[in-house]
């Protein structure tokens, strides 16, 4: 059960050395197995434990042990675990578990002694606490990785950001963050505003139909909950009627007032919405994020989280590591994502986020997966900065420091 668990964390049995074996020969019991899991048999005594953990310890192929005691034949449990202990102490290094399938007094007991490694009642707790250890030295071992710098307009998100603060807003608009994603090389879709019918026609019939109509408001940021997202409109003349009832459904809702305008979109062809962003996390800081996106954030929470700023190798073990990357890497027939575009917008989100450190939150959700060309497209994207912080860092556009605008 011991072996079945270790095997299941995805580690390996030790090759026990021929030089070790022998030795193993010599003292055990003709029964005993010295192939490993080792085997001395019931009715070993204490000093067989100590002579077989102090040769198994020496070998080198041998990273980490587990020494299994049952109740039998009079020994006493506590003191096997005292020599198991006084071996190990002569390896510091190496990792023992001692597992005894003992009375819970056993437990009692050493809560109240110097011990010097873990035990545990079951075989299957020291193997998880094996694969923590394993999982500890692979992330010791994995390459630094390198926290690339893109070239971006960082003005142009000051300014931004900016001019909300100064009308007393620490949530940007759609507009605005779509803006900001774009200053900072992040792929958006082809996109406009308008702020009546004949602009929304003319950027309608530029982009080229079918579009995405969307509402961009200094007040309301949840689009399609009050109607404000209009997808696949095919032609100018849909295009019209969905702008007069967006309208009229916005008025009739009492949302006009914080109205910028409306976003006319290209309708990005894809079906794969993931989500990728920033949360602030009280001891953290910015921890970057990124998982399956659109209506199934909420309901499958598969997203991944690394402390910002991110390495390209953060970036490549992000998109790996949630479930969602089997859709990424395309199933039947559908194409596969372009996965470096892909960590490349984790990491110019990073980047931007390392650049203006009072951003509370941001979120792009959908970064949609083109079905053309396999790219993740920003389609709409949420900011919230902390307004102090924003003020202290950038000034205000009145020019004080200390306005309370
Ligand atoms: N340009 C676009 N191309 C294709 N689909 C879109 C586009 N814009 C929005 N959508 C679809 O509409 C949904 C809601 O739009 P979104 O802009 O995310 O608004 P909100 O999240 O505020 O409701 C998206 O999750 C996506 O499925
Ligand atoms: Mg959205």
Redesign the pocket.
């Known amino acids: 059960m011991a072996t079945d668990a270790v095997c299941e964390y995805g580690m390996q049995m030790a090759k026990i050395s021929d030089a070790t074996k022998e030795k193993l020969r010599s003292f055990l019991p003709s029964a005993a197995s010295v192939k490993n899991p080792i085997d001395m048999i019931a009715s070993a005594p204490i000093e067989h434990y100590k002579q077989t953990l102090e040769t198994v310890i020496a070998d080198e192929n041998v990273d980490m042990i587990m020494v299994i005691y049952l109740p039998f034949l009079g020994l006493k449990d506590i003191d096997v675990a005292k020599a198991v202990m006084e071996i190990k102490a002569q390896y510091p290094q190496k990792p023992v578990i001692g597992v005894f399938m003992t009375k819970s007094e056993f437990f009692t007991a050493l809560s109240d002694m110097n011990v010097n490694m873990p035990f545990f009642m079951y075989a299957e707790e020291a193997a998880d606490g094996f694969n923590r250890l394993n999982q500890q030295r692979k992330w010791m071992e994995r390459p630094q990785g390198k926290i690339p710098c893109y070239g971006v307009d960082r003005a142009k998100v000051e300014k931004i950001i900016k001019s909300s603060i100064a009308e007393g807003r620490d949530q940007l608009t759609?507009l605005e963050s779509i803006d900001v994603l774009q200053a900072y090389g992040i792929r958006a879709?082809k996109y406009g505003l308008a702020t009546n019918e004949e602009e929304v026609v003319t950027l309608g019939n530029s982009i080229g139909y079918p579009v995405?109509m969307?509402m961009t408001s200094k007040t309301t940021?949840?689009?399609?909950?009050v109607g404000g997202?209009r997808?696949n409109i095919q032609s100018e003349e849909q295009l019209r009627a969905e702008y007069k009832d967006l309208i009229e459904k916005l008025t009739e809702k009492g949302l006009i007032e914080g109205l910028e305008g409306v976003i006319i979109?290209?309708?990005?062809k894809g079906n794969r919405?993931m989500v990728c962003g920033i949360a602030t996390d009280p001891q953290y800081g910015p921890m970057m994020m990124f998982g399956l996106g659109?209506v199934f954030v909420e309901a499958l929470k598969d997203v991944t989280f690394r402390i910002a700023p991110l390495t390209d190798q953060d970036a490549a073990e992000m998109v790996k590591s949630v479930k969602a990357y089997k859709l990424l890497q395309g199933a039947r027939g559908t194409k596969p994502a372009d996965m470096q575009q892909i960590e490349e917008t984790l990491l110019r989100l990073s980047q931007l986020v390392n650049d203006f450190k009072f951003i509370d939150e941001l979120d792009i959700?959908?970064l949609?997966i083109s079905e053309k060309t396999g790219e993740g497209i920003a389609?709409?994207g949420r900011i919230k900065v902390r307004m102090n912080e924003a003020k202290e860092a950038l000034g205000c556009e009145c020019g004080s420091l200390t306005c309370s605008c």
């Not at 979109?265 to 990005?268: D, F, K, S, T």
Request: charged share 25%; net charge negative.
């Open positions: 759609t879709c995405v969307k940021s949840h689009k399609t909950d997202v997808v979109q290209e309708m990005v919405e659109g959700n959908p949609l389609v709409d």
